[in-house]
């Protein structure tokens, strides 16, 4: 899930993609830009970008165990493993990272199910390609 941040107050940024949804790096991220640049959480903007959905990524219990926090993001299969929402994942954790839910955006859409449009290391088997991602002040 690529998720980018941006102090639309200071223009400072950062884009981190979350191979680290589970480590928590979309509210990492909000509290280095305070720390760095005395961001205030409400003025952060945050973008998630298109990324694999819940309807195409299933993790086992260790996934689900490290974000049980945000138990509503994982749906259980009749396999016991699970479904992942990493988007409304890292929504969630924005939220708690003090951002409003108004500055928070999220692209919805899926790259294995839109595997014309973007590229998907899942749905291709490791086989990659690159997003792009930018921000500017008018």
Known sequence: TKVM???????SSFPKKSVGTVA???ASTAAKMQEAFGAKP???LAGIG???GQCCYEVDNKVYE???K???CFTLKENGRYMADLQAWNRLALLDAGLLPQNI???GVCTQCSKELFFSYRAENGKT????VTIWKK
């Open 5 to 11: 941040v941006w102090d639309f107050m200071s223009s």
């Open 24 to 26: 928590g790096i979309a």
């Open 42 to 44: 409400e003025n952060i």
């Open 50 to 52: 298109p990324s694999i």
């Open 66 to 68: 490290a974000g049980k």
């Open 70 to 72: 945000y138990a509503g």
């Open 105 to 107: 955006y999220n692209a």
């Open 129 to 132: 390609g690159r997003m792009g």
